[in-house]
């Protein structure tokens, strides 16, 4: 059975840092893609960085240069450094994986992944 667990998240004040984890099990093969999600309340889920199975990241320009996406193949770990969070960084966070078979609609798009986590909350204070 496929499973995405998400931790890390907590409460921050304005120029923080966390870290969030997520743990995959049960895939049969590396994920071509995995990625990390966020929704606010009232919005809708976007992509906010994603990596694909050689290493290379992608990022929205939201986040790019304050987050950093790492994997770690031996423990199964996808990992989110989030540094000088902003209130507006303030949601629900979901790791994704892709399906061993997918359609591309691009790193940052959710169409393209097929596993989700149950997320975990960021909230940012000023």
């Known amino acids: 059975q496929v499973q995405l667990v998400e931790s890390g998240g907590g409460s921050v004040q304005s120029g923080g840092s966390l870290r969030l984890s997520c743990a995959a099990s049960?895939?049969?093969?590396?994920?071509?893609?995995m990625g990390w999600f966020r929704q606010a309340p009232g919005k809708e889920r976007e992509g906010i960085a994603a990596i694909r199975s050689d290493g290379i990241p992608y990022y929205a320009d939201s986040v790019k240069g304050r987050f950093t996406i790492s994997q770690d193949n031996v423990k199964n770990t996808l990992y989110l450094q989030m540094n000088t969070l902003i209130p507006e960084d303030t949601a629900m966070y979901y790791c994704a994986a892709t399906g061993t078979y997918f359609t591309y609609y691009g790193a940052l798009n959710l169409r393209t992944y097929a596993y989700w986590g149950q997320g975990t909350q960021v909230t940012v204070s000023s």
């Open positions: 049960g895939f049969t093969a590396s994920r071509s893609y």
